[in-house]
């Protein structure tokens, strides 16, 4: 079965550092993988999907993540935090009855 | 612009209340799903959906039950709300075919039953 894991709960960044968000996968097949974010009190909205296009994957707001099959890993990276950038992030792996596995979240601080 | 719509973004509702939670979706999607997220335990499927009237359970489907009549409209019913129902409850959509798009979601309903 098809999962992900997410590394760290909560992680608190200074406005204009690097936001780094890591998710691990576990998959014997490619996967298809997703990073969404939640802003307080809405539903969750598309950051940005791997297809298999390009192992660099640009998103919104800033946004990118890295494939890489080796480390089965799908990264999400933010050069410059904003404050705007204070969400939850959610890594996001289709299993193969198309049902989403959710990472446990990322909850992201930003401080002045 | 494509869109998941939940009926209501706050509900209050009584405990043995019978509860309804409307999702609907535009864009032809046969994969309806409903999950409640809690602090601490992320989002947890209740059911989902791959077809006009078939159903499938996800991993918490106690004190649940779901309906889809129609393609485009998918429900999730608290035969009697309990207090520990108190969650916000998403709902999402997506094509049949794994990652041949992403999931789209609601905005959530917000539950409190007192």
């Known amino acids: 079965a098809q999962s992900v894991t997410q590394l760290g709960s909560h992680v608190s960044v200074s406005e204009g550092a690097l936001v780094l968000l890591r998710c691990n996968y576990s998959s014997s097949v490619p996967p298809y993988l997703f990073w969404y974010v939640q802003y307080p009190n809405q539903g969750l909205q598309l950051l940005l999907k791997y297809t298999s296009a390009a192992t660099l994957v640009k998103g919104i707001n800033g946004f990118e993540a890295e494939f890489k099959k080796s480390e089965t890993s799908f990264h999400l990276t933010k050069p410059s935090a904003h404050m705007s950038d204070a969400a939850e992030y959610f890594c996001v792996v289709y299993d193969s009855w198309g049902k989403l596995q959710f990472g446990a979240g990322t909850q992201v601080v930003v401080t002045p | 612009d494509v869109k998941v719509t939940q009926s209501s973004r706050y509900l209050v509702k009584r405990t043995g209340e019978k509860v309804f939670l409307e999702c609907v979706q535009d864009?032809?999607?046969?994969?309806m799903f409903w999950y409640r997220q809690d602090p601490g335990l992320g989002l947890r499927l209740i059911y989902f959906?791959?077809?006009?009237?078939?159903?499938e359970k996800g991993d918490i489907p106690e004190g649940y039950s779901v309906s889809r009549e129609k393609k485009e409209r998918f429900s999730l019913i608290l035969e009697s709300a309990s207090t520990n129902q108190t969650s916000m409850y998403l709902c999402a959509s997506s094509l049949s075919v794994p990652g041949a798009t992403e999931a789209f979601f609601g905005q959530g309903t917000r539950l409190t039953v007192v």
């Open positions: 959906s791959y077809d006009v009237k078939m159903k």
């Open positions: 864009m032809d999607h046969e994969n």
